[in-house]
DNA sequence: CGATTCCATGGAAACGATTCCACGACGTCG
DNA sequence: CGACGTCGTGGAATCGTTTCCATGGAATCG
């Protein structure tokens, strides 16, 4: 079908010169002379050449490939992240292999296991539950590690994460500050880091600020968005339905929307709504949406940093991002007058 | 750092088999006897080896792993065909290499030569302007490529697209017969195959509907929410405003929707409309969107079989898939009164 | 019962790059 | 003026797998 590929010999041939001075030249060593660089480059351009990154890899034990594992791409707050890691490892001459373990375990080892065959240099995950075999194969193969959004209990590995409870500190004493007393929480899965620590600093701030602690007003969500929707269906039916709505996570904030829309309840009117992660168009509905906004492409960039420092042998520290309010009109000023200036 | 890897030769030792042999096993030749079978399994599982994908690309030419370049993953069309293509690859036995040109050419052109490097089995492109070098590197090297979404003038690639017109026509005939007259139409970048047929369209279809065929009603946008809000601007602001909007995809409308909201003005009250691409969240809005929709998984799902037939040595047909109006409340039904049932 | 086919197997070449090692030419220094 | 370090270069080994080819034993057939 296709002809016989061009090799680094052909290029050789054509320069004059042998395989080795042509791919010192090819790689950037130092050791040739300028006569040869000019005469290799010529011939690369001449033929065309793409050397096989395969034969390369295999001898150089480099791939310059890196491999991201996300939860869901179809998240927005996943897909803004992928763009930034990629953005960032791209300007580090790194490519990236996108894999989307769709909420299971079994496509998460998977990818994970595709990963190892394809020797990539390094490994990006947002880890789904506890510690699947995969995710040891990995680390047994000191194949450099390092966790983005998520955690794992008890593997000890570098990550770069959001610091969620200060944010939700914040949309607790603003919602209070308001009159709020009754916080309806949809959580995210207790399966994964987030979703449990971002429970845990709402019951801790709900507690400090003087609200309502009564469990009935915590729903367990999946952070998809169905599950926002049954958790705003579930919290206004209750006998004392709550005054205002957390929701853990963007998506699972549209579905609490789609069910609040389809009662009729208007936000920052009737219900008072934050999400957690700013999404573009969420300052775009009417009234806009207040959220807790983390910098999802520091995320991203930090991930690669970390990244390049354990590929290079460190052991860097952990980064926690910060996470801050942002008042919108969603969650309900008494007074509509109190606009901005 | 890490130690030697184990190789297959580590498997056949321990199996007690010759590498030849092993390497029958693993890759599911029939030439094996049951019993080597069993014996090489059970020194893979012992060792937990995962075979280097390098090497085996090398020597086979298969590299199981195929490209994928999309213009945008955070636009929500896209990242649903990623995902979309990515798992319909994956049960194909393929593993997706996702590039992001980023509405870049020379970005599109540095991940088409990673391709090119990484020698993937096929790729599967949303090609941006006017084909650039590297795009016809990969035809010159006959590696199986099709398009999706986009096609390119005068380069002869399978691809799979949507049948824009029917979706424009519908969307033009419904508008029509709601009384409206005059409707803006914020369209894509005329760079792309997308946005010339879809302004196409919307021009045969308003002058067939009898709407009016001024041409201050249309705005070129390139496809960002931002242009989107820009278009609307310009559009509202004509000496002969439209009643109706319609844009070519789900981000211009959103940037639309935000110049509307920040005018006061309601969808499906003040100003009808409509948006090119079905987004889920859409239908959540008050009130929900009017939207052309298309199929995006069948899209991912037919540029993966298209590009499979491909790499077989075929040359398949292209594909049109159809879109299709779906009306919501926001395309503004005169009388409130004629609802669902 | 001898000849032919079939089948599982092992040895070795090959894939296309990188890199170790040796080598010759040159400049420098004692 | 001889010894030595430097520098660019080429030959050859190497990475880990697949696959061609040859081989020997079992099975089948006339």
């Not at 950037?28 to 690369?44: I, L």
């Amino acid at each position: 079908m296709t002809g016989p590929s061009i090799t680094i010999k052909d290029v050789a041939a054509l320069a004059g010169v042998s395989p080795a001075t042509a791919s010192r030249v090819l790689s950037g060593n130092p050791a040739t002379s300028a006569e040869s660089r000019q005469k290799v480059a010529a011939a690369v351009a001449e033929l065309d050449f793409h050397p096989n990154a395969q034969a390369r890899a295999l001898r150089s034990t480099r791939t310059n490939v890196i491999g991201l594992l996300l939860s869901d791409v179809r998240n927005p707050f996943f897909a803004d992240l992928a763009h930034a890691a990629e953005q960032a490892a791209l300007a580090e001459g790194l490519v990236t292999l996108l894999g989307n373990a769709n909420e299971s375990i079994p496509q998460q080892d998977r990818y994970l296991d595709t990963f190892i065959s394809q020797r990539v240099d390094g490994v990006i995950a947002a880890p789904q539950g506890e510690g699947s075999s995969s995710l040891h194969a990995l680390l047994e193969r000191d194949i450099p590690t390092v966790f983005v959004d998520r955690t794992v209990d008890g593997v000890d590995v570098p990550s770069v994460t959001t610091d969620s409870d200060s944010g939700i500190r914040q949309a607790v004493e603003h919602l209070a500050r308001q009159g709020h007393e009754r916080v309806g929480y949809i959580a995210g899965p207790q399966s994964t880091s987030t979703g449990r620590d971002r429970l845990k600093s709402f019951s801790r701030a709900a507690r400090e600020f003087g609200l309502s602690t009564d469990p009935a007003l915590t729903y367990i969500g999946d952070f998809q968005s169905a599950s926002g929707s049954a958790g705003a269906h579930h919290l206004l039916g209750l006998a004392q339905p709550p005054t205002a709505l957390l929701a853990a996570d963007s998506p699972m904030a549209v579905g609490a929307l789609a069910t609040l829309n389809r009662k009729g309840l208007r936000i920052g009117h009737d219900m008072a709504l934050i999400a957690f992660d700013d999404i573009e168009w969420f300052s775009l509905l009417d009234p806009p949406l207040t959220v807790i906004s983390n910098d999802v492409e520091a995320m991203g960039r930090t991930a690669v940093r970390l990244l390049l420092e354990v590929i290079d042998g460190h052991k860097p520290e952990s980064v926690v991002l910060p996470s801050e309010l942002v008042v919108r009109a969603s969650s309900g000023t008494p007074d509509p007058s109190l606009g901005q200036p």
